[in-house]
């Protein structure tokens, strides 16, 4: 089992960056493939972008491509999310997520973390 917590969201404007963080617990952490998924209010929540358990794999939204990046450090049992410019159509609440293989589908996962608001002003 694994217990998430993600942070570093908040309030930015338009254009500007955020690197989430999402901290695992327990020893397993490495044999994990990591998603990112964001919810907006009145939608449904949504992938953002996967890393593999060794980081030699990662899988970006259309919406987030060559703006976002993914990494992992497992040494410290963290995922990372850097956001570069960044949009208002980016406002939502970021999830991060675990299983053992990696997958862009949300019901897929059955580890999830308890969220971070990300909002970006116009």
């Known amino acids: 089992q694994v217990q998430l917590v993600e942070s570093g969201g908040g309030l930015v404007q338009a254009g500007g960056s955020l690197r989430l963080s999402c901290e695992a617990s327990?020893?397993?952490?490495?044999?994990?493939?990591m998603g990112w998924f964001r919810q907006a209010p009145g939608k449904e929540r949504e992938f953002v972008a996967a890393?593999?358990?060794?980081?030699?794999?990662?899988d970006y939204a259309d919406s987030v491509k060559g703006r976002f990046t993914v990494s992992r450090d497992n040494a410290k049992n963290t995922v990372y999310l850097q956001m570069n410019s960044l949009k208002p159509e980016d406002t939502a609440v970021y999830y991060c997520?675990?299983?053992?293989?990696?997958?862009?589908?949300?019901?897929?996962?059955?580890?999830w973390g308890q969220g971070t608001q990300v909002t970006v002003s116009s």
């Open positions: 890393i593999s358990w060794s980081g030699g794999r990662t």
């Open positions: 997520a675990a299983r053992h293989i990696m997958s862009t589908t949300v019901g897929e996962y059955g580890y």
């Open positions: 327990g020893r397993t952490f490495s044999s994990y493939s």
